[in-house]
């Protein structure tokens, strides 16, 4: 079971990046989808979690109406665009599976992407 995740880098504030994660060895439908994130000297933080079952997805009051989760079943892909993006939002991102989301939190990861670092900075 592998989780692949790219397309962090460097962005002004207020600019848009999309991170990618590929899966292989799973089936990303069969799991809850969930991003993570961890800024310098902080814990990683959930930020969303897409529930395997009614496929909602919450997201945390700090990226919520900016961040956009989804997935792609057929090439097994997940990602997540990220709009007007701001300095506090630099971090190394990670993808992850879990076996469901509780109050909107991924519940028992079962696996993790190794993590792109995304900076916004101008």
């Known amino acids: 079971v592998q989780l692949q995740a790219s397309g962090g880098g460097l962005v002004q504030p207020g600019g848009s990046l999309q991170l990618s994660c590929a899966a292989s060895g799973i089936a990303l439908d069969d799991y809850a989808l969930a991003w993570f994130r961890q800024a310098p000297g902080e814990e990683r933080v959930g930020i969303s979690c897409r529930s395997s079952t009614d496929r909602r997805t919450v997201y945390a009051d700090s990226v919520k109406g900016r961040f956009t989760s989804s997935s792609d079943n057929v090439k097994n892909m997940m990602y997540l665009q990220m709009n007007s993006l701001q300095p506090e939002d630099t971090a190394v991102y990670y993808c992850?599976?879990?076996?469901?989301?509780?109050?909107?939190?991924?519940?028992?990861?079962?696996?993790w992407g190794q993590g792109t670092l995304v900076t916004v900075s101008s």
């Open positions: 992850a599976t879990a076996r469901t989301c509780i109050g909107g939190r991924p519940n028992f990861i079962t696996s």
